[in-house]
């Protein structure tokens, strides 16, 4: 059998809210807690679950998405205002050339994970 990523905990200031942070980002739904976590569904395989932890120490997780989501991701953190930028130590310089694709952006949420967003074109 292939090994597959079913699920992954992030660490979170405050789990709901970091959950529909992230759902409304990526234009994903977030719909509500299950027990200690706040699920969301990335695609049928993957689900991110945040959970609330005194002193989250941020993670990093990396998107592979089509140019079409990559395009609406990046509306949403213009209509937002979230920072982002190309590359993790520069997260909010607002550009989106990337050295591993066409183009990728970085953004981070209050507990301080880092989410990479990389598009072919």
Avoid: K, Q
């Avoid at 509306?75 to 930028?85: E, I």
């Amino acid at each position: 059998m292939t090994i597959t990523l079913n699920h992954t905990v992030v660490p979170a200031v405050e789990n709901e809210a970091a959950a529909h942070f992230f759902a409304a980002v990526m234009g994903l739904e977030y719909a509500g807690p299950d027990r200690h976590f706040a699920p969301v569904r990335v695609n049928p395989g993957l689900t991110l679950d945040f959970l609330t932890v005194p002193d989250p120490a941020g993670h990093h997780l990396a998107f592979d998405v089509d140019p079409a989501t990559f395009d609406g991701i990046l509306t949403r953190l213009h209509a937002t205002g979230t920072p982002y930028g190309n590359d993790p130590s520069t997260s909010d310089n607002g550009r989106t050339d990337h050295p591993l694709c066409a183009r990728g952006l970085y953004f981070t949420d209050p507990a301080g994970n880092l989410f990479e967003v990389m598009t072919t074109a």
